[in-house]
């Protein structure tokens, strides 16, 4: 009884994982823009491993004994919930930045410009690429110790 | 039929190794042709990695107990261990000849590096 | 149930790999590539479960780490033409 | 089943390596090389060659790319738009692989128990059946790598090291050539700094 409903458990979790990746693919193949295949892409990989990581780890406690794989899964699950929505997140404004400009249903781009893109993707006013942003922090700092200096 | 199963990674390999061969010869752009050197050798550590299989078998660590399992072949393992990681250091230095390049002619195209040459009174 | 999940999931690897030959931009096929890779870490898992050995989730463990820090590699590339030396000088490029 | 799983994965790697051939731009082709690399590694776990594929998806798929990323970050990442794929190239590597799909012919098929590499007395099987007790460790490929083909692996560290002195003496150093005045500025310049600060210097060219 106990392992028919371990089986069954294992199965539908198995089940729900290879729909959610299958369901991801078919989204990154057929959607018509970057942003909208980053969105079917990442939020199903990353769903997909958890559920089919956790039918594993459930296979590796009752099915296998064996309880190393069982946490060495867990392990894969707990890194891939952090890296595959950072990576996604990176990936995201990366593209922003570079000017890829997101289109609505019509296909008609929702930005003027590439360059409205990149400061869109910009959070931060100074250009840090050319270090305006160090030489704004060393102004700031040197005011900060000249103040102390003007203290002591 | 039976042939074309049994057969079919060689193929396979030939076909990668054909590739990288392709990309070597054809292409003028010095990275490409380092890519193309990758392709291939990532085909030879294939060929021998399938020689080593054999079907039915785990991978070649010693289990403890009473029925030891079917192993596969541990020795092209071992040696292609060893050319992963020359073949890394081939490809570094490659590539560090090609930044060389770079600085030096300021193109990466083999051809167009043969004209900047032959342009230069002397080297 | 092992074999159901690898043949999803190779079904799945055809489709990115597909979108990554397709894919018009690179942030496309690194996308696609990044998603191959996930793919590929699942597919070592549940096929060591089906041959009875799950020793080897190192590496798909591996994989995984690897397959991140090689998509932000590749990202920071994009978006400094660079590798982050910090002495980024835009008329070289 | 397993053979079909190594087979998949074998024509994805065809695929990527159409790829890698049909595409200009440089950086997909790295991007496609790491995945290829990934797929590859994928391959090898199925093939049993668990240590194998552990050094490629570590070495071939995460170094490999990071080399090549740097490469690129000191030249140009775009292929020139150009057809150069010669008629000569083709019918060349055409006839070479013939020849060679000509050779596997006769070989063993995959998975073969019997073959020469799986039965000879000296290599395979000596080393399944003694090296648990001759050497000891329970991977049989560590004990052959580092015990019985100690010398390959010192080999192989000395080829690594010669490498990396290579790159070293290639970028690292302090260049000095008539003719490529180096700018006052430069990072490089200045002495005190270590070649690795060095390998920063933003390429400077005659040509561009």
């Known amino acids: 009884m106990f392992d028919l409903l371990i089986m069954a458990v294992s199965w539908i979790l198995m089940i729900v994982g290879c729909v959610f990746v299958v369901s991801g693919a078919v989204g990154l193949v057929r959607m018509p823009d970057l942003y909208t295949r980053l969105h079917a892409a990442s939020l199903t990989d990353t769903g997909g491993t958890i559920v089919i990581g956790l039918a594993l780890i459930i296979q590796a406690v009752f099915i296998f004994d064996n309880n190393m794989a069982a946490i060495k899964m867990g392990l894969i699950v707990f890194f891939t919930l952090f890296t595959g929505p950072t990576a996604s997140h990176a990936l995201a404004k990366t593209a922003l930045l570079c000017g890829q400009v997101p289109v609505d249903a019509d296909g008609k781009p929702i930005l003027d410009s590439p360059e409205e893109a990149t400061l869109l993707a910009r959070s931060r006013p100074a250009d840090y690429r050319h270090g305006e942003d160090a030489k704004r922090i060393e102004d700031e700092m040197d005011a900060l110790n000249k103040k102390r200096r003007g203290e002591g | 039929m039976e042939k074309i199963a049994g057969l079919y990674s060689y193929w396979v390999v030939v076909v990668l190794m054909m590739a990288g061969l392709y990309i070597m010869i054809a ?4 990275v490409k042709k380092i890519i193309g050197l990758g392709l291939f050798q990532t085909s030879i550590f294939y ?37 992963i990681v020359v073949g890394v250091a081939t490809s570094a230095v490659a590539l560090a000849l090609i930044v060389r390049i770079y600085e030096e002619f300021g193109s990466i195209e083999a051809d167009e590096i043969a004209i900047i040459e032959a342009q230069e009174p002397e080297a | 149930m092992f074999i159901a999940g690898i043949l999803a999931l190779l079904v799945t690897m055809a489709l990115t790999l597909w979108r990554t030959l397709l894919g018009p931009t690179l942030f496309d096929r690194l996308l696609a590539v990044n998603s191959f890779g996930t793919k590929t870490v699942l597919l070592i898992a549940v096929y060591g479960f089906m041959t009875g050995r799950p020793d080897f989730l190192d590496i798909a463990l591996v994989y995984a780490l690897i397959n991140f820090v ?10 400094y033409d660079d590798l982050g030396s910090g002495k980024y000088q835009e008329d070289d490029f | 089943m397993e053979t079909l799983v190594a087979d998949v994965l074998l024509t994805f790697l ?5 790829g890698i051939i049909v595409l200009r731009d440089l950086l997909a082709a790295v991007i496609l090389l790491g995945a290829y690399s990934l797929t590859a590694a994928g391959a090898f776990v199925v093939m049993d060659a668990v240590d ?8 071939g798929s995460g170094i490999s790319t990071i080399l090549f990323l740097g490469a690129l970050s000191f030249t140009k990442h775009e292929q020139k738009p150009r057809g150069n794929d010669s008629w000569v190239a083709v019918l060349f590597v055409v006839v070479t692989g013939a020849l060679l799909i000509y050779g596997t012919l006769d070989m063993p098929y995959y998975g073969s128990a019997t073959s020469a590499a799986q039965t000879n007395p000296d290599l395979a099987v000596r080393f399944l059946q003694q090296s648990g007790s001759e050497v000891g460790p329970p991977n049989i490929v560590t004990s052959v790598l580092a015990s019985y083909r100690g010398y390959d692996t010192l080999g192989e560290t000395m080829v690594v090291f010669a490498a990396g002195m290579a790159v070293l003496s290639l970028l690292g150093l302090k260049r000095r050539r008539p003719g490529l005045e180096a700018p006052e500025d430069a990072p490089g310049d200045t002495p005190g700094e270590t070649p690795a600060d060095a390998l920063d210097e933003p390429p400077t060219s005659r040509h561009t």
């Open chain 2, 47 to 83: 060929l021998y990695i399938t020689m080593g299989k054999v079907s039915g078998g785990t991978a070649p660590i010693l289990v403890h107990g009473d029925v030891q399992p079917v192993f596969s072949n541990p020795v092209p393992h071992v040696l292609i261990l060893t050319a």
């Open chain 4, 14 to 18: 065809v695929v990527i390596a159409v």
């Open chain 4, 52 to 59: 194998v594929a552990f050094t490629e998806a570590a070495v």
């Open chain 3, 70 to 79: 090689g998509t932000i590699a590749v990202l920071k590339f994009f978006e």
């Open chain 2, 27 to 30: 292409r003028y752009n010095l």
